[in-house]
């Protein structure tokens, strides 16, 4: 199976161009491309296909192999690939995803793209659109019991389920001890994605973030979609303007805008190609 790895500040994912490359079993493929030892080593697989909806399709599976509903900073990186290897000569395209059609504008620099901002959307603040087992039409600031002990949690949908955690000193907290517990909450039936955010500057964040189904990542684009939103929420930064959320891996910017579109700007980078035996 030819391949090409490719990360958004971090978060890395193995490519596969599905229009000359068929790929039976995905779920398993994941799995095995996944692991850093026995195979390439990246947060999951994406599968760029045909669509009959938008310019192109995309499928992403996590590194257990579950499917995902969205990945942002794989989407910035299905732009650059497509332009990158002349599938397309357009520098604005549609995407479709698990969680909708995305939008998608692409910066190339001599012939190849640098950055892409990409239209999220719309972000979901319902809880029973998230989905979550809560009552009312929002769930932000509010209390959640894990652990035995009391946080206060914001949620947002950006195609996936994501909670928010406000908090200081997010570089000391131990997020493969305190990450499953979130991830596998009862009150989240599919699950979560959790962000433990602080605020160091105006409109300025930093985050990790703990990935359903992948564990700690470098770098999420839903998950600073959600943050940008939920800071927006409570007070912490000024919705309309750019946010710049620091993450491990480099920075994202975010724009939530009046309209309700969430708008996600950043890089993406080809790593390397080849070819494995699957």
Known sequence: MK????????NDYVYVNCFEEQVENPEQVSVLVSDRHFGIGSDGLILIMPSD??????????????????????????????YDNR????TEITLETKSGIKKLTLYPENGLVKTVT????????????????????????????????EVRLTAVSMGNPHGVIFTEGVDELKLEEIGPAYENHPIFPERVNTEFAEIIGENVIKMRVWERGSGETWACGTGTCATAVAACLNGLCERGKEITLKLKGGELYIT??????????????TVFTGEIAV
Do not use: H
């Open 3 to 10: 391949f090409t790895k490719m990360q958004g500040i971090g």
């Open 118 to 149: 990409v239209d999220m959307g719309q972000a979901i603040l319902n809880p029973k659109d998230i989905p979550m087992l809560a009552s009312g039409d929002s769930f932000i600031n509010s209390p959640l019991e894990v652990n035995g002990a």
């Open 53 to 82: 909806k938008a310019d192109f399709r995309m499928r992403m599976f996590n590194a257990d192999g579950s499917e995902g509903m969205m990945c942002g900073n794989g989407t910035r990186c299905v732009g650059k690939y497509v």
């Open 256 to 269: 939530w805008c009046e309209d309700g579109r969430v708008l996600m700007r950043g890089p993406a980078e």
């Open 87 to 90: 599938l397309t000569d357009k």
